[in-house]
């Protein structure tokens, strides 16, 4: 969530929807790392370029 709109839900009073979009997006950043960087199952792991997938946004 863009840092402007997360200000204002936090001065609407919404400060737990944006605590619940951190958290979530905190869980799958350290969820997947791990999986890209090593690898699960039959996939080969990505090593340290994987390690930065999780965390980009899309444009």
């Known amino acids: 969530m863009p840092w402007g709109r997360t200000s204002t ?3 609407l009073g919404r400060s737990r929807l944006v605590m619940r979009g951190g958290l979530t997006g905190t869980a799958t950043a350290v969820v997947l ?3 890209l960087v090593n690898g699960v199952g039959p996939l080969d792991g ?3 370029p994987g390690a930065g997938s999780p965390c980009r946004r899309p444009p």
């Open 33 to 35: 790392s791990p999986a």
């Open 9 to 11: 839900l936090v001065g």
């Open 46 to 48: 990505l090593g340290l």
